[in-house]
T-cell receptor, first 113, second 114 residues
Framework: EADIYQTPRYLVIGTGKKITLECSQT?????MYWYQQDPGMELHLIHY???????EKGDLSSESTVSRIRTEHFPLTLESARPSHTSQYLC????????????FGEGSRLTVL | AQSVTQPDIHITVSEGASLELRCNYS??????LFWYVQSPGQGLQLLLK??????LVQGIKGFEAEFKRSQSSFNLRKPSVHWSDAAEYFC????????????FGSGTRLSIRP
Protein backbone atom coordinates (compact mmCIF):
# COMPACT_ATOMS: atom_id res chain seq x y z
CA GLU A 1 0.00 0.00 0.00
CA ALA A 2 1.40 3.39 -1.01
CA ASP A 3 1.88 5.99 1.67
CA ILE A 4 1.99 9.51 0.32
CA TYR A 5 0.17 12.33 1.99
CA GLN A 6 -0.81 15.81 0.95
CA THR A 7 -2.04 18.68 3.10
CA PRO A 8 -4.20 20.62 2.96
CA ARG A 9 -6.75 18.73 0.87
CA TYR A 10 -8.69 21.93 0.24
CA LEU A 11 -7.57 25.55 0.56
CA VAL A 12 -9.41 28.77 -0.23
CA ILE A 13 -7.24 31.84 0.01
CA GLY A 14 -7.16 35.47 -1.06
CA THR A 15 -4.99 36.99 -3.76
CA GLY A 16 -1.48 37.88 -2.69
CA LYS A 17 -1.21 35.38 0.14
CA LYS A 18 1.72 32.99 0.45
CA ILE A 19 0.81 29.31 0.51
CA THR A 20 2.68 26.07 0.96
CA LEU A 21 1.30 22.72 -0.09
CA GLU A 22 2.83 19.86 1.85
CA CYS A 23 3.70 16.44 0.46
CA SER A 24 5.26 13.60 2.44
CA GLN A 25 5.93 9.97 1.61
CA THR A 26 7.01 7.15 3.90
CA UNK A 27 8.27 4.74 1.23
CA UNK A 28 11.83 6.07 1.03
CA UNK A 29 11.35 6.97 -2.63
CA UNK A 30 14.07 9.07 -4.24
CA UNK A 31 11.92 10.62 -6.95
CA MET A 32 9.07 12.99 -6.25
CA TYR A 33 6.85 15.01 -8.55
CA TRP A 34 4.26 17.76 -8.57
CA TYR A 35 1.54 17.74 -11.20
CA GLN A 36 -1.01 20.47 -11.84
CA GLN A 37 -4.38 19.19 -12.94
CA ASP A 38 -6.62 21.53 -14.92
CA PRO A 39 -10.41 21.51 -14.58
CA GLY A 40 -10.51 19.56 -17.84
CA MET A 41 -8.55 16.78 -16.14
CA GLU A 42 -5.21 16.97 -18.00
CA LEU A 43 -2.13 16.58 -15.80
CA HIS A 44 0.94 18.72 -16.33
CA LEU A 45 4.30 18.11 -14.68
CA ILE A 46 5.44 21.33 -12.96
CA HIS A 47 8.31 20.16 -10.71
CA TYR A 48 10.30 17.03 -9.99
CA UNK A 49 13.15 15.90 -7.82
CA UNK A 50 15.52 12.94 -8.09
CA UNK A 51 16.74 13.21 -4.52
CA UNK A 52 17.73 15.52 -1.68
CA UNK A 53 18.83 18.96 -2.88
CA UNK A 54 17.75 18.13 -6.44
CA UNK A 55 14.85 20.00 -8.02
CA GLU A 56 13.92 20.57 -11.65
CA LYS A 57 11.18 22.41 -13.46
CA GLY A 58 8.72 20.33 -15.42
CA ASP A 59 7.11 20.74 -18.79
CA LEU A 60 4.56 23.34 -17.69
CA SER A 61 5.94 26.66 -16.51
CA SER A 62 4.84 27.48 -13.00
CA GLU A 63 5.39 30.41 -10.64
CA SER A 64 5.59 27.98 -7.75
CA THR A 65 8.83 26.78 -6.18
CA VAL A 66 9.78 23.54 -4.47
CA SER A 67 12.44 22.31 -2.10
CA ARG A 68 13.81 18.88 -1.19
CA ILE A 69 15.70 19.09 2.08
CA ARG A 70 14.60 15.66 3.27
CA THR A 71 13.92 12.54 1.23
CA GLU A 72 10.39 12.19 2.50
CA HIS A 73 9.28 15.79 2.12
CA PHE A 74 8.64 17.82 -1.07
CA PRO A 75 6.70 21.03 -0.35
CA LEU A 76 5.44 23.41 -3.01
CA THR A 77 5.25 27.15 -2.33
CA LEU A 78 3.49 30.05 -4.01
CA GLU A 79 4.85 33.36 -2.74
CA SER A 80 1.88 35.41 -3.92
CA ALA A 81 -1.21 33.50 -4.94
CA ARG A 82 -3.36 34.67 -7.86
CA PRO A 83 -6.69 33.45 -9.24
CA SER A 84 -4.81 31.88 -12.17
CA HIS A 85 -3.21 29.50 -9.65
CA THR A 86 -6.59 27.95 -8.87
CA SER A 87 -6.19 24.26 -9.66
CA GLN A 88 -5.67 20.83 -8.21
CA TYR A 89 -2.07 19.95 -7.32
CA LEU A 90 -1.09 16.29 -7.20
CA CYS A 91 2.09 15.01 -5.58
CA UNK A 92 3.61 11.67 -6.59
CA UNK A 93 6.69 9.58 -5.89
CA UNK A 94 8.54 6.62 -7.35
CA UNK A 95 11.42 4.43 -6.24
CA UNK A 96 14.87 4.67 -7.82
CA UNK A 97 14.77 1.08 -8.96
CA UNK A 98 11.24 1.22 -10.29
CA UNK A 99 10.25 1.35 -13.93
CA UNK A 100 8.37 4.54 -13.53
CA UNK A 101 5.29 3.54 -11.60
CA UNK A 102 4.02 6.58 -9.70
CA UNK A 103 2.27 6.61 -6.35
CA PHE A 104 -0.05 9.59 -5.93
CA GLY A 105 -1.34 11.53 -3.01
CA GLU A 106 -5.00 12.51 -2.88
CA GLY A 107 -4.32 16.02 -4.12
CA SER A 108 -4.62 19.58 -2.84
CA ARG A 109 -7.37 21.65 -4.37
CA LEU A 110 -6.43 25.32 -4.28
CA THR A 111 -8.89 28.14 -4.89
CA VAL A 112 -7.58 31.72 -5.02
CA LEU A 113 -10.21 34.43 -4.76
CA ALA B 1 9.01 14.34 -28.23
CA GLN B 2 6.89 11.68 -26.66
CA SER B 3 3.16 12.22 -26.45
CA VAL B 4 0.03 10.37 -25.47
CA THR B 5 -3.37 10.71 -27.13
CA GLN B 6 -6.66 9.63 -25.69
CA PRO B 7 -9.13 10.44 -28.45
CA ASP B 8 -12.28 9.95 -26.40
CA ILE B 9 -13.02 12.73 -23.91
CA HIS B 10 -16.16 11.14 -22.50
CA ILE B 11 -17.66 7.68 -22.91
CA THR B 12 -20.94 6.34 -21.54
CA VAL B 13 -21.63 2.62 -21.39
CA SER B 14 -24.39 0.56 -19.83
CA GLU B 15 -23.68 -1.43 -16.71
CA GLY B 16 -22.69 -4.95 -17.70
CA ALA B 17 -21.53 -3.90 -21.16
CA SER B 18 -17.98 -4.24 -22.39
CA LEU B 19 -15.58 -1.32 -22.42
CA GLU B 20 -12.61 -0.25 -24.49
CA LEU B 21 -10.73 2.99 -23.89
CA ARG B 22 -8.28 4.03 -26.56
CA CYS B 23 -4.72 5.21 -26.10
CA ASN B 24 -2.12 5.99 -28.74
CA TYR B 25 1.42 7.13 -28.08
CA SER B 26 4.20 8.71 -30.04
CA UNK B 27 7.69 7.68 -29.05
CA UNK B 28 10.96 6.73 -30.72
CA UNK B 29 11.16 3.37 -29.01
CA UNK B 30 8.95 1.18 -26.92
CA UNK B 31 8.17 3.09 -23.76
CA UNK B 32 6.81 1.93 -20.47
CA LEU B 33 3.02 2.16 -20.61
CA PHE B 34 0.52 2.68 -17.83
CA TRP B 35 -3.18 3.09 -17.17
CA TYR B 36 -4.30 5.02 -14.10
CA VAL B 37 -7.78 5.62 -12.69
CA GLN B 38 -8.93 8.67 -10.75
CA SER B 39 -12.12 8.75 -8.71
CA PRO B 40 -13.70 12.16 -8.01
CA GLY B 41 -11.66 14.21 -5.57
CA GLN B 42 -8.92 11.61 -5.36
CA GLY B 43 -5.41 11.03 -6.61
CA LEU B 44 -4.53 8.54 -9.33
CA GLN B 45 -4.31 4.80 -8.78
CA LEU B 46 -2.35 2.45 -11.04
CA LEU B 47 -4.57 -0.05 -12.89
CA LEU B 48 -1.88 -1.85 -14.88
CA LYS B 49 1.46 -1.42 -16.58
CA UNK B 50 3.44 -2.81 -19.51
CA UNK B 51 7.22 -3.05 -19.48
CA UNK B 52 8.07 -6.03 -21.67
CA UNK B 53 7.04 -9.58 -22.49
CA UNK B 54 3.42 -10.62 -22.96
CA UNK B 55 1.62 -7.82 -24.76
CA LEU B 56 -1.66 -8.54 -22.97
CA VAL B 57 -1.40 -7.36 -19.38
CA GLN B 58 -3.84 -7.92 -16.58
CA GLY B 59 -4.57 -5.29 -13.96
CA ILE B 60 -6.69 -4.71 -10.93
CA LYS B 61 -10.50 -4.54 -10.88
CA GLY B 62 -10.82 -6.86 -13.88
CA PHE B 63 -9.12 -4.52 -16.37
CA GLU B 64 -6.69 -5.58 -19.07
CA ALA B 65 -4.76 -3.79 -21.79
CA GLU B 66 -3.03 -4.87 -24.96
CA PHE B 67 0.15 -3.34 -26.33
CA LYS B 68 0.19 -3.23 -30.12
CA ARG B 69 3.54 -1.99 -31.37
CA SER B 70 2.42 -1.73 -35.01
CA GLN B 71 -0.42 0.59 -34.04
CA SER B 72 1.41 2.42 -31.22
CA SER B 73 -1.60 1.67 -29.07
CA PHE B 74 -2.29 0.49 -25.54
CA ASN B 75 -6.06 0.20 -25.25
CA LEU B 76 -7.76 -0.59 -21.97
CA ARG B 77 -10.56 -3.14 -21.84
CA LYS B 78 -13.02 -4.64 -19.42
CA PRO B 79 -15.56 -7.33 -20.40
CA SER B 80 -18.34 -6.14 -18.09
CA VAL B 81 -18.37 -2.76 -16.37
CA HIS B 82 -19.80 -2.04 -12.94
CA TRP B 83 -21.31 1.24 -11.73
CA SER B 84 -18.25 1.68 -9.51
CA ASP B 85 -16.03 1.91 -12.60
CA ALA B 86 -17.30 5.43 -13.29
CA ALA B 87 -14.17 7.58 -13.05
CA GLU B 88 -11.47 9.31 -15.07
CA TYR B 89 -8.96 7.11 -16.84
CA PHE B 90 -5.49 8.21 -17.84
CA CYS B 91 -3.02 6.55 -20.16
CA UNK B 92 0.64 7.40 -19.54
CA UNK B 93 4.08 6.70 -21.03
CA UNK B 94 7.48 6.69 -19.41
CA UNK B 95 11.00 6.82 -20.79
CA UNK B 96 12.89 3.52 -20.72
CA UNK B 97 16.21 5.31 -20.48
CA UNK B 98 15.48 7.05 -17.22
CA UNK B 99 12.00 5.93 -16.24
CA UNK B 100 11.85 9.23 -14.46
CA UNK B 101 9.38 11.34 -16.37
CA UNK B 102 5.87 10.14 -16.97
CA UNK B 103 3.71 11.88 -19.55
CA PHE B 104 -0.06 11.62 -19.21
CA GLY B 105 -2.82 11.69 -21.77
CA SER B 106 -5.68 14.13 -21.36
CA GLY B 107 -7.92 11.47 -19.86
CA THR B 108 -11.24 9.82 -20.67
CA ARG B 109 -14.24 10.27 -18.41
CA LEU B 110 -16.28 7.08 -18.08
CA SER B 111 -19.94 7.27 -17.14
CA ILE B 112 -22.06 4.19 -16.46
CA ARG B 113 -25.67 4.03 -17.53
CA PRO B 114 -27.84 2.00 -15.08
Amino acid sequence: EADIYQTPRYLVIGTGKKITLECSQTMGHDKMYWYQQDPGMELHLIHYSYGVNSTEKGDLSSESTVSRIRTEHFPLTLESARPSHTSQYLCASSGSKSTGELFFGEGSRLTVL
Amino acid sequence: AQSVTQPDIHITVSEGASLELRCNYSYGATPYLFWYVQSPGQGLQLLLKYFSGDTLVQGIKGFEAEFKRSQSSFNLRKPSVHWSDAAEYFCAVGERSSASKIIFGSGTRLSIRP
